[in-house]
């Protein structure tokens, strides 16, 4: 699916699949007044937000991917169905639907009164324009599972609108709720072929917000869209300055340039935690929205062995590393999925720390120590992998430091090798690795887009898993969950799924990524989005400056 198009695209996880530099849409150069109206001063009375992003915003095509960012593109642009708490899917764009018995069919009732930002219509021909545009790229837009299975759009009249598949997939409206590919651009946005892949005519959606006033790579200003169907936003204004700089975005926001600073890595720990400490601002940290995990290649004749991946696992600290690597702002994790997803509440046994029992292991395995030696051999081959990690991350660098030193201890030698990100996405995609630090993609795409890729040959993670001794039986589990009508069924699927990856250790848990949050007093609430590619304005509320 999509393992790596989170951290080329939202700076968080990697996708290979996504690096796609469309540069269409917005200008590129100079300023550009999208809403023709629209200005950058304020009057007294504006009510406003203003907050920080690492990186422009982009070309704010719903089609596309880099370089547009999902916050953004999310304020414009509308689902049939939204993804909230504990992934409950409500009614958004659709007011209903309704699914066949067999599972191939899925006809939604549109709501009406909807429009476009500039006052056109929202309806079934408009939709089925947009499904067909991505559609038209299929390929592109492979990693999302609905894409594999699409066979048919109709329009049944105004405000219906139905889908058709050639087989069951339970997770259609999970994958109809992420930010992209499938949202919803106005008529006046289409390019006259109809091909968005070219790039849009202009940012026209259905959403509370529309981009006013752009410069690239300086500011974005998003103003209320009159025109919005749902409940006004609490205020009149946002707008995003653009600060690559983590150290120079604090600065900013202690000097009270910027109201809000969210997101994933945006600011170092360190600089949160300060903030934290200081009674002027406010801080919050959400519930876990992804799984930093290490990965363990077992296609690596050394590690296709259980007993050493075992070993490996219960042979670091990591309680004690993630807590003194992130000072508690990430939790050590138990299981390759946190239990704040569909179907992955279940009882997991932990795999402890454990040094004596992973030397006992080890040597189980046939690795021993040599006289005099402090690395462990077997069949003349020294038991020594590489950890390539991404060089920009302090947080991976500090952890591959830390488990280098614990597992040297345990007669395992380990070789560091920072990298790019490119580099390392070709390197998993290659199969091309002993240990890689990986992430899951969070909801609304988890568990089933997890599960996907264990699977799918080609994004690297399958590969991983060769040489476990169930693969073709996990595999036919995944097809079945993925395909099964019965929600008892899958729910012991995918227990079953869960159960077997812990037990393999080729995944291995090491914390519970969350985001973080820092602003301003007069901002007198913040709410997390259930959705982690979501913007956060819905759940703000503003107080007195």
């Given at each position: 699916m999509f393992a790596h198009h989170r951290k080329s695209v939202a700076f968080t996880l990697a996708t290979t699949l996504l690096l796609l530099f469309v540069i269409v849409g917005c200008s590129n150069t100079?300023?550009?007044?999208?809403?023709?109206t629209a200005t950058s001063n304020e009057t007294a009375t504006t009510k406003s937000i203003t907050m920080s992003w690492p990186r422009d915003i982009g070309t704010m095509n719903p089609h596309t991917y880099n370089p547009s960012q999902l916050f953004a593109q999310s304020m414009l642009y509308e689902p049939l169905v939204s993804y909230q708490k504990d992934g409950k899917l409500e009614p958004a764009l659709a007011e209903s639907w309704t699914i066949s018995d067999d599972g191939k069919v899925y006809t939604f009732k549109l709501r009406s009164g909807v429009k476009f930002s500039d006052g056109t219509d929202f309806n079934a021909e408009i939709v089925k324009k947009n499904f067909d545009a991505v559609m038209a790229h299929k390929q592109t837009h492979s990693w999302l599972g609905i894409v594999g299975v699409l066979d048919k759009t109709e329009v049944v009249d105004n405000l219906t609108f139905r889908l058709t598949l050639t087989e069951p997939y339970y997770p259609v409206l999970q994958d109809l709720s992420v930010v992209r590919p499938f949202r919803f651009l106005g008529e006046a946005g289409f390019p006259d072929n109809g091909d968005t892949s070219e790039g849009i005519k202009e940012p026209v959606g259905t959403g509370p917000w529309m981009l006013a006033e752009y410069k690239q790579d300086e500011y974005a200003v998003f103003k209320r869209n009159p025109n919005y169907w749902g409940t006004a936003p609490n205020f009149d204004q946002v707008t995003v300055k653009i600060i690559p700089d983590a150290e120079t975005r604090v600065a900013a926001f202690e000097k009270g340039e910027l109201d809000l600073i969210y997101g994933e890595g945006v600011i170092s720990l360190d600089a949160f935690k300060q903030l934290r400490d200081n009674n002027e601002y406010t801080t919050q940290l959400s519930d876990p929205v992804g799984t930093r995990?290490?990965?363990?290649?077992?296609?690596?004749?050394?590690?296709?062995?259980?007993?050493?991946?075992?070993?490996l696992?219960?042979?670091?600290?990591?309680?004690?590393?993630?807590?003194?690597?992130?000072?508690?702002?990430?939790?050590?994790?138990?299981?390759?999925?946190?239990?704040?997803?569909?179907?992955?509440?279940?009882?997991?046994?932990?795999?402890?720390?454990?040094?004596?029992?992973?030397?006992?292991?080890?040597?189980?395995?046939?690795?021993?120590?040599?006289?005099?030696?402090?690395?462990?051999?077997?069949?003349?081959?020294?038991?020594?992998?590489?950890?390539?990690?991404?060089?920009?991350d302090p947080i991976q660098k500090a952890m591959a430091e830390t488990i280098q030193a614990e597992w040297s201890e345990l007669g395992v030698k380990v070789n560091l090798t920072g990298l790019e990100l490119t580099v390392q996405i070709k390197r998993?995609?290659?199969?091309?690795?002993?240990?890689?630090?990986?992430?899951?993609?969070?909801?609304?795409?988890?568990p089933h887009s997890f599960v996907n890729v264990v699977a799918s040959p080609g994004f690297g993670i399958s590969e991983t898993l060769s040489a476990i001794p169930m693969k073709k039986?996990?595999?036919?589990?995944?097809?079945?969950?993925?395909?099964?009508?019965?929600?008892?069924?899958?729910?012991?699927?995918?227990t079953s799924i869960l159960s077997t990856l812990q037990e393999q250790s080729a995944i291995v848990p090491i914390s519970y990524i969350k985001k973080t949050a820092v602003y301003q007093k007069h901002i007198s609430q913040f709410v997390f989005p259930a959705n982690r590619d979501e913007n956060p304005f819905a759940g703000i509320e503003l107080g007195t400056p």
């Open positions: 100079g300023s550009s007044n999208v809403a023709s995990s290490l990965l363990l290649n077992s296609s690596n004749p050394k590690l296709s062995d259980v007993r050493v991946r075992t070993a696992h219960q042979g670091f600290n990591k309680q004690a590393m993630v807590e003194g690597i992130t000072s508690g702002l990430e939790e050590p994790a138990d299981s390759v999925l946190s239990k704040n997803y569909p179907y992955t509440n279940v009882d997991l046994q932990p795999i402890a720390y454990d040094a004596q029992k992973s030397k006992a292991l080890l040597d189980e395995a046939g690795w021993t120590l040599p006289a005099g030696g402090n690395v462990r051999e077997k069949d003349g081959q020294k038991l020594e992998f590489e950890m390539i990690f991404d060089k920009t998993l995609k290659a199969n091309d690795f002993d240990l890689y630090f990986w992430y899951n993609y969070g909801a609304p795409y988890d039986e996990l595999d036919e589990q995944i097809r079945a969950v993925l395909s099964s009508t019965d929600e008892k069924q899958r729910q012991e699927l995918y």
